[in-house]
């Protein structure tokens, strides 16, 4: 068979087929390469590869990085990373799981999951009330299901959640939120008067780590 090159659409992305990445020589890898190159996204179709050979192939595009998390990493081969370690499926009850939304209600982070012929599912992610760390920096979910409905057909796709305005300090670090129903992004005029004095137009707000008055007791 021979190698052939074919594009998968107008953008990105191209399909390789009739080729053995285990026995590709340079000067067959050099237009693969490049169409990986030109187009981003590479697809090679009907691999048999052990995981020696899937890394020798990986290799020829560049340096092969292990990812941070530790804990998905293959045990002898800390480059490979193992999809599926640790993943919560409700005992067996998540499993026709088609698309899932991400998005925060009040304190608290939710998954909202379209779980096929399941119906829509509803995780909590992270908890005032049961994780103390939860305000703190990158908390780890710790998943629950709290809710089903049962659409009348497969629950294929969930809807984009409502956006939020936000607010936030010189730094780029958030300081607020505002959940208005229909809201819209703040301006460049109106992030001025939430930063500075004077309506906008005048010194910076800020705050210090020495304050000069001791905090004020409910």
Known sequence: MMVEIRSMGPQIGVE???VDVKILDDAGFAPIYQSWLDHNILVVRDQELEIED???HSRRFGPVVPHPSKSTRHPQFPEITMLGINKFDADGKLNDVRQVKVAMTNASLFEYV???R???RILQLTSPETMPEYAGFS???KPVLIATFRTKGEALA???PLDRDRAVD???NQISVFGRRGARPFNFDEMMR???TDDGKGDWFTVTDAPQTQPKKN
Do not use: H, W
Request: proline share 8%.
């Open 16 to 18: 390789v087929t009739g």
């Open 54 to 56: 899937f890394l020798r």
């Open 114 to 116: 379209a779980d096929g």
């Open 118 to 120: 399941n119906g829509l």
């Open 139 to 141: 908390p780890r979910p």
């Open 158 to 160: 969930i809807s984009k």
């Open 170 to 172: 010189e730094g780029g």
């Open 194 to 196: 939430m930063l500075r």
